[in-house]
């Protein structure tokens, strides 16, 4: 099976101090378990990079995006990015970002129905959660922008 790969799963797992990150491991472990296959795409990459960097330093951004190599990543041309942004325009939604528009573009194109991801705007957008240990939504239902969402224990990084 295929699953695509949002930012919510991935920064979950590579901030220790993030609400899903056990959640976020044991799916990764189950995906590595089972064999399944990950697709991101480009801007997705921009996004965890721009995240980590900003929240956990320049090194945890690098070593996450080395180990997303292996990840099968989609290149958003501008007929994707224009097609995400028309899907924006026509629900008028300002709580979804173009970068989560992208990535219902790029699934459905790719026909990928589930989505690692801690954001319930996969569900709006008709497509399944893939969960570690289970459904995602088991214990606790999935949030919208979850990688927001830490610790009071873990302090935002003080690096600009």
Not at 39 to 68: C, K, P
Not at 77 to 91: K, T, Y
Not at 99 to 119: L, T
């Amino acid at each position: 099976m295929v699953i695509f790969l949002d930012t919510s799963a991935a920064y979950a797992l590579a901030d220790p101090g993030d609400l899903a990150h056990r959640r976020a491991r044991e799916g990764f472990e189950r995906i590595e378990r089972e064999r399944e296959e990950l697709v991101l795409h480009t801007y997705v990459l921009v996004e965890i990079f721009a995240l980590l960097h900003r929240r956990r330093g320049l090194e945890a951004a690098l070593r996450t995006s080395d180990r997303l190599r292996e990840v099968r990543t989609v290149v958003v041309d501008r007929a994707i990015h224009d097609e995400g942004a028309a899907w924006l325009e026509r629900r008028r939604d300002a709580g979804t970002s173009l970068v989560d528009a992208v990535s219902f573009v790029v699934m459905r194109r790719e026909r990928i129905r589930k989505a690692f991801a801690f954001d319930e705007d996969f569900v709006c957008a008709g497509f399944e959660l893939y969960g570690g240990g289970g459904a995602v939504g088991e214990g606790s239902p999935p949030v919208r922008n979850a990688s927001r969402r830490r610790r009071r224990s873990s302090p935002p990084s003080t690096r600009p």
